[in-house]
């Protein structure tokens, strides 16, 4: 026979007694505090059991409470009428105001500190958010709940797991303590300690974290994630991994949607692929595009088996050459111009607000750099003059006598084939890089660019640097110091590297190479194109061409200086030994004179346009990070 009860629980006795005989007396309960009280809904049947300092009753079949808006059902339960405290089983669900759901099979609750403690199959709703668990608590008065034996947290698409779990229904927010490991379709997130608001889906990083994406890598300590937009703010030095690099500084701020990262303070960008780093305060990545741009004290860093080269500039670029693409350079007007429709494609950056450029663009093989480079953009007939012309001279040699001047030993009439480093020259015309199914970059350094290597240092206004042909383009007013010993200048410079060695410079218009021979004097080279061939990071030979002049100091046997020797004439090839001039070959219509060194004229021992720029030379790297 089902008995229905609606009554407050410590009434019960009263109820019970009206179908008792009128003497039996019912054991009065003991006071509830206010808030504590339990009102009894349902249940199939009720037994009182009392003995010593037992007191508790038990609720068979279809039980269901009430404690203020929150309502118990369950399949059975007891409860001590001494502590206050009701025992559950079999199908639990607590329903909090029609706004918290929690399930188990077994419950243990505190009525008077309102505490719900669920086990078996154990899971808590909200109707956005599950959480489940072994073990779940949920204080009724905070609106906290809580696993503290490893727990799961389900919320759309994503999935959290850890070993502890807070849950604060109200603001929606998290607190996850160690193995946390988030995992969306979009990315995993693991860390020992993390803030999640469920209803922003905002990650605030508290601990260590590791943040996966696939495609890239994040470590941060401190900052937040909106795991929903994919927008991360990360302090305290975060580091973003991909395949090709890494890209860490002082604090980064990264959007997923429009693939753009912007690193501020102490910013280290390392290609790990071709062991290159650039250091910076500032920079933007854009992922989608693989580009860099690097401001304020950039220093870009080149690894190579025996030296280091290091260039500083104004402002550093790295992109990406397409498949398809020319071999063209970025104009170097000032990354503001708007480029035309015609062109490549540009390279825009986001949020002008850090005054940084905010377009970059490649221009066609053929346009203009900065207008008056244009004979000097690698491609055009230019970059091949000197090895033509050379070319052409080789079937002269071969029938016509080559007159010599004698700058140290005399060299005899020369077939081309058999000049020493001719077999050299020959392999490096190949231009054509080898074939590399891997990504192909280039760097644009742009403004006051100082570069610095133990065997080589330069200044530039700018320089560009693929790695599809391993050439470095210098511009506007460069200058080069080769081992401590020569200065390299022209209108444009292109050094030629070959396994991240100098192989080849090639100086286009008013090429000038000047070696200090002793206080004020000067051996000195002048063309309109030389181009220098490189042997184990040595000058190894020079060919001039196109109005080629030359002074040279010779010293004898012992050292003693002996004349200073003055010759111009169409071509004239230059063999060094030891980073010495050992021979001059001059080629078609030679001039020369021969001074005693003790006679020589001071005043014409300067070719026009002479400049000693050493004081412009980088003396150090250091000089470069400050």
Request: glycine fraction near 6%; charged fraction near 20%; aromatic fraction near 8%.
């Amino acid at each position: 026979m089902h008995q229905y009860i609606k009554s407050v629980f410590f009434l019960t006795g009263i109820c019970l007694a009206a179908i008792l005989p009128a003497r039996a007396q019912f054991p009065a309960q003991p006071a509830q505090k206010p808030g504590t009280v339990i009102e009894i809904i349902k249940a199939d049947t009720l037994q009182t059991i009392e003995r010593d300092s037992i007191n508790v009753t038990k609720f068979i079949g279809n039980a269901i409470f009430k404690q203020g808006t929150t309502l118990f059902n369950c399949d059975s339960a007891v409860k001590n009428n001494n502590t206050n405290i009701i025992d559950a089983y079999g199908n639990i669900h607590i329903n909090q105001a029609d706004s918290v759901h929690i399930y188990g099979n077994y419950l243990n609750y505190d009525a008077s500190t309102r505490i719900a403690i669920l086990k078996e199959n154990a899971r808590l709703t909200d109707g956005k958010v599950t959480i489940s668990g072994p073990e779940l608590q949920y204080d009724m008065n905070a609106k906290i709940g809580s696993y503290l034996k490893g727990g799961k947290l389900v919320n759309g698409a994503s999935v959290l797991t850890s070993d502890e779990g807070y849950y604060y229904t109200e603001t929606k927010e998290m607190h996850f303590q160690r193995n946390v490991v988030l995992v969306d379709p979009e990315y995993t997130l693991s860390t020992d300690a993390l803030l999640y608001n469920t209803e922003t889906k905002i990650a605030n990083i508290i601990a260590p974290t590791t943040i996966n994406e696939g495609n890239r890598i994040m470590y941060v300590t401190s900052g937040y994630y909106d795991t929903d937009k994919g927008y991360g703010n990360f302090g305290n030095r975060p580091t973003i991994e991909d395949s090709t690099g890494t890209l860490t500084a002082d604090n980064i701020e990264m959007d997923k949607i429009t693939g753009l990262a912007y690193a501020n303070g102490n910013m280290v960008y390392r290609d790990t692929v071709r062991k290159m780093s650039l250091l910076a305060n500032h920079g933007t990545v854009n992922q989608k595009e693989r580009t860099i741009l690097a401001t304020q004290k950039p220093l870009l860093i080149m690894e190579k088996n025996k030296d280091t080269l290091y260039m500083a500039a104004d402002t550093l670029f790295s992109g990406v050459i397409g498949h398809n693409d020319s071999l063209s350079i970025p104009s170097v007007e000032g990354f503001k111009r708007t480029p035309p429709k015609e062109e490549i494609r540009a390279v825009k950056t986001a949020r002008p607000r850090y005054d940084i450029p905010t377009t970059i663009s490649l221009i066609n093989k053929g346009d203009s750099l900065a207008h008056q480079q244009k004979d000097s953009i690698p491609g055009t007939v230019m970059m091949f003059l000197a090895d033509s012309a050379l070319a052409r001279t080789k079937n002269k040699l071969d029938t016509a006598l080559v007159k010599t001047v004698k700058m140290a030993p005399v060299a005899a009439v020369i077939p081309h084939d058999s000049l020493p480093g001719m077999k050299h020259h020959a392999d490096s015309m190949a231009l054509t890089a080898p074939k590399d199914t891997s990504e192909q970059r280039y760097i644009l350094a742009y403004h006051h660019v100082r570069m610095f290597s133990d065997s080589l240092q330069g200044v530039a206004d700018s320089v560009y640097y693929s790695t599809k042909d391993s050439i470095f383009r210098f511009f506007h007013d460069p200058v080069l110091w080769s081992n401590n010993t020569s200065q390299l200048s022209a209108d444009t410079i292109l050094l030629f590297t070959k396994n991240q060695a100098a192989d080849k410079i090639q100086m286009n218009k008013n090429g000038f190479i000047i070696n200090e021979a002793g206080p004020g004097m000067y051996n000195q080279i002048k063309g309109n194109a030389i181009t220098g061939y490189v042997v184990g990071e040595t000058l190894d030979w020079m060919h001039v061409e196109g109005n080629a002049e030359t002074i040279n100091y010779i010293k004898d046997s012992e050292g003693a200086y002996m004349s200073v020797n003055k010759a111009q004439c169409a071509i004239i090839n230059i063999f060094f030994k030891k980073g010495e001039v050992d021979k001059v070959v001059l080629i078609k219509d030679p001039e020369g004179t021969v001074y005693p060194f003790t006679q020589r004229p001071l005043d014409q021992l300067k070719l026009e346009n002479f400049h000693w720029d050493v004081k412009r030379k980088p003396k150090t790297k250091y000089e470069l990070m400050q």
